[in-house]
T-cell receptor, first 116, second 117 residues
Framework: AQKITQTQPGMFVQEKEAVTLDCTYD???????LFWYKQPSSGEMIFLIY??????QNATEGRYSLNFQKARKSANLVISASQLGDSAMYFC?????????????FGTGTRLKVLA | EAGVTQFPSHSVIEKGQTVTLRCDPI?????LYWYRRVMGKEIKFLLH????????ESGMPNNRFLAERTGGTYSTLKVQPAELEDSGVYFC???????????????FGSGTRLTVV
């Protein structure tokens, strides 16, 4: 069965430092997508970054990068130069289902706190 | 462009009562999804509309939950009668049809926090 595992319920990082949020996944489907979402205290879920299973290079979006290690089935999110506004809940998700439904499987999330 | 709007933002109801949650997707987004997060657990898929049709409702927990999407625009999720275990945050999301919707992720609303007491 497809599954997303986030083993870090909470993380602290000093402002301006980099932080890595872990995500491992399990799927037998050769085609899948991996996503990271941020949920600030206001509640909305904000899409951060996407990695396709066939993508050769790691995805990057500004200060966000995805460390994709396919053989290890890991898709860790790296946030560089952390800012106070990065304090939020972060969810890793995998897309399952080709041709019709794009439903996600989510992990339990990691709460990140950036310290001044 | 306006985002995905959900209301109410919070709802507290007694066990056995009925509650209706509403979601207004981004205009033009044919895909509409409902998800739920029970306290401390992962966010789980409930169902997926394409326009007014239910594409996938495999995540609906039981027949106390009824989702509709009138005319392919806004959607409602009714819980009747509500039970204690229905408490959680209900998220709605939308995306355009086609590959662009998939690769760029969904746009989520801020969720409705439902508390059943």
């Amino acid at each position: 069965a497809q599954k997303i595992t986030q083993t870090q319920p909470g993380m602290f990082v000093q402002e301006k430092e980099a932080v890595t949020l872990d995500c491992t996944y399990d799927t037998s489907d050769p085609s899948y997508g991996l996503f990271w979402y941020k949920q600030p205290s206001s509640g909305e879920m904000i899409f951060l970054i996407y990695q396709g299973s066939y993508d050769q290079q790691n995805a990057t979006e500004g200060r966000y990068s995805l460390n994709f290690q396919k053989a290890r089935k890991s898709a860790n999110l790296v946030i560089s130069a952390s800012q106070l506004g990065d304090s939020a809940m972060y969810f890793c998700a995998m897309r399952e289902g080709a041709g019709g439904t794009y439903k996600y499987i989510f992990g339990t999330g990691t709460r990140l706190k950036v310290l001044a | 462009e306006a985002g995905v709007t959900q209301f109410p933002s919070h709802s507290v109801i007694e066990k056995g009562q009925t509650v209706t949650l509403r979601c207004d997707p981004i205009s033009g987004h044919d895909n509409l999804y409902w998800y739920r997060r029970v306290m401390g657990k992962e966010i789980k898929f409930l169902l997926h509309f394409v326009k007014e049709s239910k594409q996938d409702e495999s995540g609906m927990p039981n027949n106390r939950f009824l989702a509709e999407r009138t005319g392919g625009t806004y959607s409602t999720l009714k819980v009747q009668p509500a039970e204690l275990e229905d408490s959680g945050v209900y998220f709605c999301a939308s995306s355009p049809l086609g590959d662009r919707g998939f690769h760029y992720g969904y746009t989520f609303g801020s969720g409705t926090r439902l508390t059943v007491v």
